[in-house]
Structure formats: structure tokens, C-alpha cells
């Protein structure tokens, strides 16, 4: 003890005589005017009393400092400890995305349809919210994370995925299949695109964001909400004033119908965030061929019948009018009703019922479901709800394919005992006895822990684990003796309200951990935030939009690809700021001074020019996408990306 004591004592000497030789550094390394990057300047032996002992290379939330793992225990081997963190932020982005899309997702939808909820409201809300999550937490991590209004790695995230969207994923699709933008809802987006850029750059010119400016973000998109139903509402009215005289030709991208239905031309699809894993359930991955649409032309006859995956067709073809989203197709929309999604759902006691029979609280328990109670029964049906592999799909799937299920399977199972999974299409609505009761435990016990509040103590006495971990096991007990294995209970809906709250959490705290990590990166390689956002973390939430977008043109689609390009990322702007900064500012008495920097304006002016251009040429060439343009496109986000790294090492100065 005394000689740890004497190391710690001579340590911190030490480190008070080498700072009082370097400028720019003070003789107390827990002071608050010393920097964290500051760590460079020293020797490497006193690197690591240095980083424990500086408050700015503290953490404001999450669980681990990741600073301290190359610098602290790894210190002769900083590149090995460097590549380890690197490979753990691909896995957290895995986590970020699976979660989003895998349980986050179907929890709003289940929420969305027990609100009864009209598919204009639930498109432009609830969807919009569940295709923007990663963005919109990682920009409330960012910024709430952010010291002395250093928001560069959200501006960096929000502005680099807008400009990365806008040329990349759009140029790719064009470069794949020419298309025909759809007119008005690229206008309307764009325009207000632009407008939510420049309020943006407003606010970080003045440096400074106050609260009714950071409500004012939220309420632009209320705003954009509104113009958007009252759009469709008009453009719906004047369609079915001239279908009563004459029929309209639905125009997919080349004047394609669907089984000889008509549709609005300027119709936008948008792909939901589709689930990763063996959720997707494999009976109904293949129709049957006489529910699979044909794709006739109006001038030249029937072409030919494509096959599609169900996945894709009741996944992807679904009408958006908002920011991401909008109603599904349905009949309204002059869609094949065989390929309107059945969302709604009866919460009176008469819907939940069994060949016409009213269901009990209990379920309907027969004489032949009396072995389904085995302990062996309870188990296999346990496994099979917390298996992580799409063991159904995996003879299907490629070296690649297997190797990702391999790789996300400790992710998927985790997340599989954490969170519920509510879906009104599948048989039972994937109620899982065991399981369920299961999650009244472990779902609430892990939002406790990962708030930070698992140890606080009530009285003084009781831990408020203990406590929640007592009133989840009642809970649980209630569920296994008021249901059975065979029939979901009346209350199954409750447990995607609960896999909405677990979920968020999974998400916040996971955004949490990739800013932290993403800003040791930028403390090692002594970059800004800013290039890290616009390049790691914009890439790390857009790729699976490029993978997406580009799959749906190669599959015939490529409007469908593309109709959230514009939307997408202004409500992602809208709300991330806006959500992010009414935090930053609440918790800052009013007001949240920012920092301004010269790479967030060429960020901001990159955005503003991508924008501009597409906002004159798309026009100018009658809306019409071609593969020209999608390099021109390509060629901009490559301009873009030398002008940002140019920026960063000093090449224009600073402002």
C-alpha cells in the first residue's frame, strides 16, 4: 500500500515538472483549462496518469473510456489495442443497426396499429422515426457528449450523410437503372432540405442555439408533416376527379402498372428498415405465383411475370408521402389489394378469437396441449426464441451471408433475451411463452443498469435492481399462469410497449458508446470530430441505405430506391438537432453556446451545393436520372470528400 502510495506520489511530481516545461500545458493535470490532446506532448510512460487524472479526458456518459484501454493497458502495444477497438466499433454498428431494425421497428409498428393510427400519420411518425433511429441517437449522443459546444461530430454526421445520400446512393441507383425522379415530392423535399440546411448553418454562425431555435427544428417538421398530408390530400382529390374520366396509367419507371392498376405517377416508395436476422419468417419468404404481381406495360401489353421475394414486395412497396414515409399501399393508392400490408389491428376482445370463438384471458387450453408443458417442451420453445441463427435460411445463404449470421449471432442473442417481438403477421404473433415471461425480467433489469441507476439504492437500503428484479419475476409469474404455449394472451400487444422502452434504451446506449469510441479515434489521430463524423459515423449509418437502395434498382425499382434520399436526411437534420439541442439546452439554462469551425462550413456549403445543383439539373433534364448524372454525382461526394480532408490539415485556414 505504501508503495503504490510513493509510485502515485512520484508520478504525479513528475508530471507537474515535465507540464511546467511544456507550453500550453498547467501544473495541474486535473485542472479544467487542460486539454485532453494534450497527452501527445508528453512522454509515453506519462501518458497514462496523465489521461486518468485530466477531467476533459473523462466521459460524460456511457460505460467504458475507451482511452484508457491502448494508453493504460495496453501501453506497449497501442496499434494492436487500436485495431481491437476499431474491429469492436464495427460490431457496435452492427448492434446499432440490428437493434434498429430487428426490435425497434416492429415495436413502433406495434404501436402504430394498437393507436390506430391512419397510414399517413403513422408514415410521417412512427416510420420515419424507426428509419432515422441511428442517426437521430447517435446526433443526441453527440451533442449531449459534447464539450465547451463542440457539436463537430454530429454537424459532421447530419451534414456528411445528407451529401453522402444525396450523390451517392442516388448516383449509384442512376448509374444501375436510369429512372424518372418523381416530380413533386423531390421538389417539396429538396426545397425544404435546403431551408433546414441554412437554419442549421444559421445557428452555428451566431455560435450559439437557443431553446425556442432548437424547438423550432421540430417544429419545421411538424410543419413539413402538414404540407405533406394536405399535399396528398389535394393531389388524392384531383385523382379521383380525372380517374372518373379517363385512366391514368400507374408509372412505376418506365409506365409499368401492377396487374393493370392505376396509381399516381408521382407516387414515392420507400424501403422500412428491413430486419437482419431470423425474424423474417421463412414461410413467408415465397408466394404464392397468383399473388405475385404482373408487370404490365399500358402501350405495349404484357411483358413478362417477375418473381419476387414477398420480403421485398411487402417490405419495399409501400407509399411514402412524408420526410422517409407514408401510407402503405393500398387500394386508395389504386394498388392490388393482395399487396396492401394488414397493419391494423382490433383491440377489442371480439378480434382476438379463435375459429370464431371470443378468447379467453387465459387462452383456449385443450386436453391434447397438456404435454406442451413438459420441461422439455419449455425448453425447445425457449431455444427456439432465443436462437440467434436463421437456421431456416441457411442453406440458402452464401459464404458472406453465413459468416455475418455467425458473426452478429452473440448480438442477436443478447437482444433476443432483452427485447420482445410483436408481430401481428406472424402465426401467433411470435408469442413465445417461455420467453416472454423471461423478458418481464431481463428487459427491465437491463434498462435500470444501463441508465446507471441499478445500484442507486432506495432508503438507503434496497438496491433498485433487487426491487425491479422482484416486481418483474410477480409480472412474470402473473404471465406464464394467465397464458399458454398454443395462443397469444389478450395483453400479447403490452410487450411491444415494453420492446419500444428496452429498445431505445439498447439504442441511446449504444449511440453512447460509438461517440465515445469515434472521439478516442479522433483524441489518437488528433482529428476533429467533425471529419470523423462526416466520415465514420455518416458512413457507418448510410451504408445500409446504399446497400438497400442499389438492391431495389437491380431488382427493377429504382424510384422505390430512391424516394426517401431526400426526405430521409432532412428528418434526420430536423430532429436530430432539434431533439438534441432542446436536451442541450434545457440542461443548459436556455441556451447552448456552439463552436464554429471552417469544416463545418464547407460542410455546410457542400450540402447547400449538392443540393442547388440537383435542385437545377434534375429539372433542367425533365427529371429524368440518368448514368451521366450519377457520376457527376459520384464525382461531387469525391469533391466533397478532398475538400473536407483538405480543410481539416489547415490547407484554408481557420475562421
Known amino acids: 500500500m505504501m508503495g503504490a502510495q510513493l509510485l502515485n506520489t512520484t508520478l504525479r511530481q513528475t508530471l507537474a515538472g515535465v507540464t511546467a516545461l511544456i507550453p500550453g500545458l498547467t501544473t495541474e493535470p486535473d485542472s479544467g483549462d487542460v486539454e485532453c490532446r494534450d497527452y501527445h506532448k508528453l512522454n509515453s510512460s506519462l501518458q497514462c496518469e496523465f489521461i486518468r487524472n485530466t477531467s476533459d479526458c473523462g466521459i460524460d456518459e456511457g460505460f467504458i473510456n475507451y482511452l484508457h484501454f491502448p494508453y493504460c493497458s495496453l501501453p506497449n502495444l497501442v496499434p494492436l489495442a487500436l485495431v481491437i477497438l476499431f474491429l469492436w466499433l464495427l460490431v457496435l454498428f452492427v448492434l446499432l443497426g440490428v437493434t434498429a ?35 437521430i441517437f447517435s446526433a443526441v449522443a453527440a451533442i449531449t457528449n459534447s464539450k465547451g459546444g463542440d457539436a463537430g461530430l454530429a454537424i459532421g454526421a447530419l451534414f456528411g450523410a445528407g451529401v453522402f445520400v444525396t450523390t451517392v446512393v442516388v448516383g449509384a441507383v442512376g448509374i444501375l437503372t436510369p429512372f424518372e425522379m418523381m416530380q413533386r415530392p423531390f421538389l417539396r423535399d429538396v426545397v425544404f432540405y435546403i431551408a433546414a440546411a441554412f437554419w442549421t448553418w444559421c445557428v452555428l454562425w451566431f455560435k450559439n442555439i437557443s ?27 384531383r385523382l379521383k376527379a380525372s380517374q372518373s374520366q379517363s ?32 425474424h423474417v419468417n421463412p414461410r413467408r419468404a415465397v408466394k404464392d405465383d397468383s399473388k405475385i ?41 389504386g394498388v392490388n389489394p393482395a399487396l396492401q400490408a394488414q397493419t391494423s389491428v382490433d383491440l377489442s376482445r371480439n378480434s382476438f378469437s379463435n375459429s370464431g370463438e371470443r378468447m379467453p384471458l387465459l ?85 435500470v443498469f444501463a441508465i446507471n441507476n441499478g445500484f442507486d439504492k432506495i432508503g438507503g437500503m434496497v438496491p433498485v435492481w433487487a426491487v425491479v428484479a422482484v416486481c418483474g419475476l410477480l409480472l412474470a409469474i402473473v404471465v406464464f399462469c394467465t397464458s399458454n404455449d398454443e395462443t397469444y394472451p389478450i395483453y400479447h400487444w403490452a410487450f411491444g410497449y415494453l420492446a419500444f422502452v428496452v429498445s431505445v434504451v439498447w439504442i441511446y446506449a449504444t449511440a453512447n458508446e460509438i461517440v465515445n469510441l469515434l472521439q478516442v479515434f479522433g483524441l489518437v489521430f488528433n482529428i476533429s470530430d467533425a471529419i470523423l463524423g462526416l466520415t465514420l459515423l455518416a458512413w457507418g449509418n448510410s451504408i445500409g441505405d446504399l446497400v438497400a437502395d442499389t438492391a431495389m434498382a437491380r431488382q427493377g425499382f429504382p424510384r422505390m ?91 484554408f485556414g481557420e475562421m
Not at 299 to 312: D, H, L
Request: charged letters at 15%; aromatic letters at 10%; a negative charge.
Open 293 to 333: 404481381p404482373v408487370i404490365t406495360d399500358d402501350n405495349n401489353g404484357s411483358i413478362q411475370s417477375q418473381t419476387f421475394r414477398a420480403g421485398i414486395i411487402e417490405g419495399t412497396l409501400q407509399v411514402t408521402e412524408g420526410v422517409t414515409v407514408g401510407p402503405l399501399l393500398g387500394a386508395q393508392a
Open 363 to 447: 387462452g383456449s387450453i385443450r386436453e391434447e396441449d397438456a404435454g406442451c408443458c413438459t420441461p422439455l417442451a419449455f425448453r425447445t420453445e425457449l431455444w427456439e426464441g432465443l436462437n440467434p441463427i436463421d437456421t431456416a435460411g441457411w442453406s440458402s445463404k452464401g459464404a458472406f451471408g453465413k459468416g455475418y449470421e455467425v458473426f452478429k449471432a452473440p448480438i442477436q442473442l443478447v437482444l433476443n433475451l432483452t427485447v420482445s417481438i410483436v408481430d401481428f403477421e406472424e402465426d401467433k404473433h411470435n408469442w413465445n411463452r417461455p420467453l416472454n415471461c423471461l423478458h418481464c425480467i431481463t428487459g427491465p433489469l437491463f434498462v
Open 211 to 237: 431553446l425556442p431555435q432548437a424547438i423550432g427544428f421540430i417544429g419545421l417538421y411538424v410543419v413539413y408533416v402538414f404540407v405533406v398530408l394536405v399535399g396528398r390530400q389535394i393531389r388524392q382529390s
Open 561 to 651: 430506391g430512391v424516394s426517401a434520399c431526400f426526405g430521409g436526411p432532412l428528418f434526420n437534420m430536423l430532429m436530430g438537432i432539434g431533439i438534441s439541442c432542446t436536451i442541450a439546452t434545457i440542461k443548459n439554462g436556455g441556451n447552448f453556446p456552439l463552436k464554429r469551425t471552417m469544416l463545418q462550413s464547407v460542410l455546410a456549403g457542400s450540402l447547400g451545393f449538392s443540393l442547388l445543383s440537383s435542385l437545377i439539373l434534375i429539372p433542367a433534364f425533365k427529371f429524368k436520372v440518368g448514368r451521366w448524372y450519377g457520376i457527376y454525382l459520384i464525382v461531387v461526394y469525391i469533391a466533397f470528400l478532398g475538400l473536407a480532408i483538405a480543410t481539416e490539415f489547415g490547407a
Open 101 to 135: 431494425d430487428d426490435y425497434f421497428c416492429p415495436a413502433l409498428k406495434v404501436i402504430s396499429d394498437t393507436l390506430k393510427l391512419s397510414q399517413n400519420i403513422a408514415g410521417v411518425t412512427f416510420l420515419a422515426f424507426g428509419n432515422g433511429a441511428p442517426d
Open 247 to 278: 385512366r391514368i396509367p400507374t408509372d412505376f419507371s418506365n409506365n409499368y402498372n401492377i396487374n393493370g392498376t392505376s396509381a399516381d405517377p408521382d407516387e414515392e416508395y420507400l424501403t422500412f428498415r428491413q430486419p437482419s436476422g431470423k
